[in-house]
């Protein structure tokens, strides 16, 4: 909401315009956001304008523009999410620790900021401070899924997988109604860190048989791995690790660093 109205209430121009993000899309809502002569109008259209920008992956400008917005709804819900998701896609994770962590003090049922909050620290992999905001964003309404599906991942990072957090991945799952992909593949990866080797099976075949394509993508890669170290077939596990481990590894939680972990440490009795 802003000012107490909705983004939608923006014309179906600007909302298209927004999300293609293509330079004639912002040239568009420039020349938009010029002709407003109401607050409500220029935040609005700020709102579609830094959108598209981020989109097009112009971070600086989106920011810059996000502010704008920032100044006519300084209270706006839709100002900090903008404006979290362009500092954390610009990786300015101290900026992105202090504002989506002063944010759930005054706005304490906002799941959004707690949840970029936790990606602050857990992009330094500091995971028991990421788990502390995730927790916190599980109790947000209509947060749960979301937060339990991090925190059980942030579980695996660790190389730690107890049955409390196959639990909470598996509840993440039904309060998704089994359909998000992503929720779907940490519990996959979950079992099969687990040695339930028979329930990622089951799991990752769903999966693979929902999707659109025939090439299996990083995370898929990283269960079937998980499922052959668990099985104790070492080359094979290697050989899946080695699919997705050189894939830069920007933050300790994506599915290369993870799979680079699991992959050393796979390696290492093979070195003494």
Known sequence: MMGGQSIFSIGSGDWLAARE???????????ALAASSTSRDRA??????????????????ALETADVLGRESPDSRSFSTLRLGVLGEMRRWADVSREAGARPANHPDDGYA????????SSAGDFDAADAFLRKEAAAP????????SLVWNALCRGRV??????????????????????????????AAAAKTSEARQILGKMILRKDQDELEA???????????????????????????????????SVSAVARKREAALKEPARR
């Not at 899946?240 to 894939?247: F, N, Q, T, W």
Request: hydrophobic content about 55%; proline content about 5%.
């Open 142 to 149: 209509g947060s749960e899924a979301i937060a339990l599906n």
């Open 114 to 121: 707690l949840h970029i909050a936790a990606t602050a620290p």
């Open 219 to 253: 995370a898929d890669w990283l269960v079937v791995a998980l499922i052959a170290e668990s099985d104790g077939l070492q080359p094979a596990a290697l050989r899946a690790y080695a699919r997705i481990a050189s894939a830069p590894a920007e933050l300790p939680t």
């Open 162 to 191: 107890a049955d409390d957090a196959i639990a909470a991945a598996q509840r993440a799952a039904d309060l998704s109604r089994q359909q998000n992909a992503a929720v779907l593949n940490t519990l996959a990866a979950l079992f």
């Open 44 to 61: 609005l259209r700020s709102w579609a304008l830094a959108l598209a920008l981020r989109n097009q992956k112009s971070l600086p400008e």
């Open 21 to 31: 993000g293509s330079p004639l899309a912002t040239g568009v809502l420039r020349k």
